[in-house]
């Protein structure tokens, strides 16, 4: 009886590892701030599985916010559109809910935000705990 017991905790010891299910159903945010110049607006829509944010336009120094909830696989992308004719745009993944995705890219669970800023060079992270800021997309054409 004990050694089914040691089995099956092992087991969901391993299982918890693999899936990163110490992140599921905690609060993060994503933001993405506007830092276009030229007082260019930014066009955004971010999606996960089946479902999509509404079109937002933002105007500098706006930042467009999206609470969630992590779960087993959170994925959430979104496309950014780069005023005024909109022409150059590019997609990435906004949010990944796993570990390493969180540490790397987005800083850590603290503050438990996942902050993009758009420049006019690309879309940078603030991938760190201090807030510094790293170049991660360049706007395709």
């Not at 796993?98 to 850590?108: A, N, Q, T, Y």
């Not at 996942?114 to 006019?120: E, G």
């Given at each position: 009886m004990i050694e089914k017991f040691i089995i099956y905790f092992a087991l969901f010891a391993f299982l918890i590892q693999r899936t990163d299910s110490i992140l599921t159903f905690r609060r993060f945010n994503i933001e993405i701030s506007n830092q276009l110049g030229g007082n260019n607006k930014l066009m955004v829509q971010c999606r996960s599985g089946q479902e999509s944010t509404r079109v937002v336009f933002l105007a500098f120094s706006d930042v467009f916010k999206a609470p969630l909830r992590i779960g087993f696989k959170t994925l959430i992308w979104c496309t950014l559109w780069k005023g005024p004719d909109f022409k150059h745009h590019v997609s990435f993944d906004a949010f990944v809910g796993?570990?390493?995705?969180?540490?790397?890219?987005?800083?850590?669970m603290k503050p438990n935000i996942?902050?993009?800023?758009?420049?006019?060079d690309g879309v940078w992270a603030r991938n760190n705990p201090t807030g510094a800021l790293k170049l991660m997309y360049k706007w395709n054409i």
């Open positions: 796993k570990e390493s995705f969180i540490h790397d890219v987005c800083g850590s996942c902050f993009w800023q758009v420049q006019d």
